[in-house]
């Protein structure tokens, strides 16, 4: 079980990102984290995986302790952590296959992953690109194919790393909305099937009460919802997309 105790975030340009804040995930679920751009989402998902060291509190993992406490324990971490980005971060010269493969490196030595890797990695990529629908394309190349198709390979890609948890940065907002739906239902399948936390950031209310079995609503850096998607009723969405609106009323006086 991933925690955040009494986490915050300032940049160096000054800008608190995330005010203290404490959470706890639970195994398993879909959580999706709703907020309007420059709530602090990203800042939280990059906290999750240690990208961001914040500025005060921990990030803990149950049984192991604070994620920044030796940088064995980051290793650790970011090995049983995969990572689903928006603009999927590909590698387009490359096949589909190669760049799942891409998520085993972290299995290995960095000795061993400069070797090619052993049959057992390919078999793993290959049986994740089939979960993902794409076993058909695992040797066309990356910039060849769809937009949902390059972010299913992205999926693959994380879960070829076999993680505890799956964090995931916007990754259907370039996506027409029909596509969007398929690749959520990969994603959100797969977690369940293989137990896997997801913490997934999007911007469509109705696909978070689609898939969410918790909501957790950002605004101005601060957590202001936090719930079962049916309790997302409007006056909680006010919250979450409209908290900034006074703020923005004195700024106009
Ligand atoms: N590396 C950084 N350095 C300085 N400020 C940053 C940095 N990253 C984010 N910020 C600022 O922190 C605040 C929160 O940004 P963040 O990207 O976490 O929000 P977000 O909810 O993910 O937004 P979006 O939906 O637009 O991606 C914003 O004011 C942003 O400008």
Do not use: W
Not at 1 to 8: F, P, Q, Y
Not at 123 to 148: C, K, N, P, W
Not at 173 to 182: C, E, G, I, Q, R
């Amino acid at each position: 079980m991933l925690s955040v105790h009494d986490v915050a975030v300032t940049y160096s340009n000054g800008v608190t990102a995330l005010h203290p804040t404490s959470l706890t995930f639970k195994r398993g679920q879909f959580i999706v984290l709703l907020g309007a751009s420059g709530a602090g989402k990203s800042t939280l998902l990059r906290t999750l995986n240690g990208l961001v060291r914040p500025t005060r509190g921990e990030v803990r993992v149950e049984g192991r302790g604070s994620i920044f406490a030796r940088r064995s324990a980051l290793r650790a971490h970011r090995r049983s952590t995969g990572m689903v980005f928006q603009q999927h971060h590909l590698i387009g010269r490359l096949t589909a296959l190669e760049n799942v493969l891409t998520g085993r490196l972290a299995a290995h030595s960095t000795f061993r992953s400069m070797l090619p890797l052993p049959r057992a990695d390919r078999m793993i990529a290959l049986e994740a690109l089939g979960r993902v629908g794409l076993v058909d394309r695992a040797l066309h190349r990356a910039d060849q194919l769809s937009g949902g198709q390059q972010q299913r390979v992205g999926i693959a890609r994380a879960m070829a790393q076999r993680p505890e948890t799956i964090l995931a940065d916007e990754p259907v907002a370039s996506l027409d909305p029909a596509t969007a739906v398929k690749v959520l239902d990969d994603l959100h399948r797969i977690c369940r099937e293989d137990g896997i936390t997801a913490i997934i950031s999007l911007h469509q209310v109705d696909l978070a009460r689609r898939y969410a079995d918790h909501v957790i609503g950002l605004a101005q850096g601060r957590i202001v919802f936090e719930g079962n998607p049916d309790t997302l009723r409007p006056d909680a969405l006010d919250e979450i997309y409209h908290a900034d609106q006074p703020r923005l009323a004195e700024a106009a006086q």
